[in-house]
């Protein structure tokens, strides 16, 4: 692959590596100092290095002018947007940062933190990827940085780029995909929020099992995936059966859509597990509502309202507009797919609000339709792929420039 993709994928290797390691030490009762986290993440760098193969000069991915004045024109819009402070997430200063900065100073997920009475719209059963990952530079800085989150953003979005890139996707398509989820994160408010880390790995994920559904390394890669998007928010568990559903209708590879969604189940368990065990559950534990068939008009057309972004459905139109005017719009199926069922499961979860749920829709809406958008431009991007596949249907091992 090229180097920007090769950066892409060590990024979220750390992501998961580094939240891995603190979840395991919690789980075991191990404090997290500098030194038991530091030292295995310098073995596994030595092995990555000892074991590293040479790249193939063939390929490099190459940038056109064009895309990447567009990717350099919509990142410095996105730094702006989170330099001044009117991209942030609110869910930072109410959620993320208040259990990042306790796990940091209890070196340890804080259960009693987190069954305190009084906190409980921080939900102390989500998922704890986003704090622990918070919690990796904090340990290493001696402190938390409100800053930190908000900028990493930028850099999952053009790891999502690498991503698309590495996976064959044209530059093009890399541009396209760039400008639609910059429009996302600024407009609905996602840096500093969970909502980026779970895009990225749903990206990851869709990207892998659009571009090589025949290739065991991909499915790999997306099974990881999923599992970083399970354990990112409640959103991602279902994201997670989604994707493993329209795998299973564009593929008809029943068995291989189910190992798709065991690690992110696995891991999802023991995180259960674990909340069982400290009295902890709350959002998990709402499965049993009553589902309202009747808000579901209502329910819909809010949603759509939501979907506008106040710009008239413009990301959406970009988004899909090279499906009607370029080829192989079969490729297109599986993201189309997890794009409806996305729609669907959030009007479908929306109907079980006991009560109103008009503000939880105009809280929450903007953030969940990022997902089904970053769906189409993916589905985009798969009809404009600028190689034809070998005959095996797999082009992990035969990249044309």
Known sequence: MSRSARWAFAFIAGLLIGTLLLYGYALVGIHWTRSNISLPLLALTIWSALTRKQSDPEASARWTPASAGIIGGFLAVTLYAIADARATCGDLMYIWAPKAQKFYAAR????????YVFYVVMHADYPPLVPLIYDVGSIFTHHFSMWSPLFLSPIILLSIVGVLRGFGGSPAAAALLMAVLSCGFV???????A????????????????????????????????????????????????????????????????????????????WLLFVWHNKLFDQYARAHQTIRWSLLSSVANAVMDRAAYRVFWLPWIAAAAPLFVTRFQRRAALPLLVAAGSIAAAIFFYLHDPGDPAFWIATSANRVLVTPLMCIA???????????????????????P
Not at 108 to 115: G, P
Not at 187 to 193: F, R, S, W
Not at 206 to 219: C, D, K, M, V, W
Not at 378 to 400: C, E, F
């Open 187 to 193: 407009m609905a408010y996602l840096p500093g929020g």
């Open 195 to 270: 909502d980026p880390f779970l895009l990225l790995f749903e990206a990851v994920a869709l990207i892998a099992l659009t571009f090589e559904p025949e290739s065991a390394e991909s499915r790999w890669i997306a099974a990881a995936a999923l599992a970083g998007a399970a354990f990112s928010k409640v959103e991602g568990a279902t994201f997670a059966i989604i994707i493993a559903v329209a795998f299973v209708l564009t593929q008809r590879r029943i068995v291989r859509a189910i190992t798709l969604i065991v690690p992110a189940a696995a891991l999802l368990a023991t």
């Open 108 to 115: 340890t997920i804080d259960t009693k933190f987190l069954s």
């Open 378 to 400: 993916i589905a985009s991007a798969a009809t404009w792929d600028d190689r034809q596949p070998d005959a095996g249907g797999s082009r992990l091992s035969s990249r044309a």
